[in-house]
């Protein structure tokens, strides 16, 4: 499962209100239901963040680690295509032979097909699935193990039907709401070329954001936390580059081979144009500590991720600690955004927006 182990996708979110104290037995009113019980109906419920089959959920076992560890499991049985073909044409074959009729009409295809379902739908084995979390109660902060829109929106309904509370996705414009009252049309636009920005203002911060961070790593600068010290930032390929609207420049360009890929000259001539970066591999490094994972700007969600190494040895204790190197790196991440906002907000955008032109500029091309 994500979180416990290897490398994970994930999106982060806030709450506004304390979970109910009980929310582990909540959710176990709303457990997944036994493996004879799904039909081609997806099913979904809770189970714990062990495996796909403890459905043994109370308050005791939605917790792991000392924070809320569970899965919202679907599970639903499936012909596979290729097999129902076969059994529907054999089931017309039969039709037809019992019939004598030398065809069979589109009506009574979708009849046979219908009924081919049924009668073997129950032989089929439950494929199961799952969207983890993780919630770290006395902070308030969600981890999700998905980052595709269909999955966030699956899991926020499901959510909500428990608790009636809605997680608030960890965006650029949920930063600027929180701590600068401000919103994500009123911020100042990063213009680095003549090209207008097009595109949403969010999507615009999101990437304006990592372009920021490609600077830092490449200008020896930091992102600097007041809890946790200094991180270096570390930009690498492969880099999904893309135009806005119909401006000059639009277009999307995946640049991942070569020698140095972050040098070639089809990365300065995208930048030049007005193009901006909105998928990269992003690390953070603190020490020997080592954060990594590719970076989704519009999304503003991670994949193949991983944590830094640690020392701890029982399971409980592992994943306790890699959920303490999560939080770690959830502030550095806003601590970053909070540095571009500072400079873009306190009148140092023109400073800001020069020293980024020239960083382009002086760009080397190989």
Not at 7 to 29: E, H, K, Q, Y
Not at 257 to 272: C, F, H, M, Q, W
Not at 274 to 302: C, M, Q
Not at 312 to 322: G, P
């Amino acid at each position: 499962m994500p979180f416990d182990r290897g490398s994970f996708s994930f999106t982060m979110f806030s709450l506004r209100d304390d979970l109910p104290d009980n929310a582990g037995d909540i959710l176990g009113t709303r457990k997944a239901c036994k493996l004879d019980e799904v039909t081609g109906e997806p099913s979904f419920g809770w189970v714990t963040g062990q495996h796909l089959l403890d459905t043994e959920l109370d308050e005791g076992t939605a917790r792991f680690g000392g924070v809320y560890f569970l899965t919202l499991r679907k599970a639903v049985r499936k012909i596979p295509a290729s097999l129902l073909t076969a059994l529907c044409r054999r089931a017309e074959e039969a039709r037809m032979k019992e019939s004598g009729k030398t065809f069979i009409g589109s009506k009574e295809r979708k009849e046979i097909k219908e009924s081919t379902i049924e009668r073997n739908i129950m032989k089929m084995p439950p494929a199961l699935s799952g969207i983890s979390m993780v919630i770290v109660p006395h902070t308030r902060h969600l981890y999700l193990g998905a980052s595709s829109q269909s999955q966030i929106d699956l899991f926020i309904e499901h959510f909500y039907q428990a608790f009636s509370l809605e997680p608030l996705q960890l965006t650029p414009a949920f930063v600027l709401a929180e701590e600068f009252d401000t919103t994500a049309a009123a911020f100042p636009a990063l213009q680095i070329t003549r090209h207008g920005n097009g595109g949403s203002a969010e999507e615009s911060l999101g990437r304006d954001y990592l372009l920021y961070l490609w600077y830092l790593s490449e200008t020896g600068k930091t992102v600097d936390t007041e809890d946790f010290g200094s991180f270096e930032v570390m930009l690498e390929a492969p880099l999904c580059l893309t135009g806005d609207g119909d401006d000059a420049g639009a277009g999307e360009a995946t640049i991942k081979k070569g020698d140095s890929p972050i040098r070639g000259a089809e990365v300065k001539a995208a930048l030049t144009v007005g193009k901006k970066l909105r998928k990269a591999k992003l690390t953070f490094t603190r020490a020997n500590e080592i954060w990594s994972g590719t970076f989704d700007a519009d999304n503003f969600s991670f994949s193949s991720f991983t944590l830094p190494e640690g020392e701890a040895q029982d399971r409980s204790e592992i994943f306790a600690e890699r959920v303490e190197f999560l939080e770690t790196f959830r502030e550095v991440f806003v601590a970053g955004f909070r540095q571009y906002a500072k400079a873009m907000l306190d009148g140092k955008a023109s400073g800001l927006i020069s020293a980024l032109k020239k960083w382009i500029s002086d760009r080397d091309a190989i």
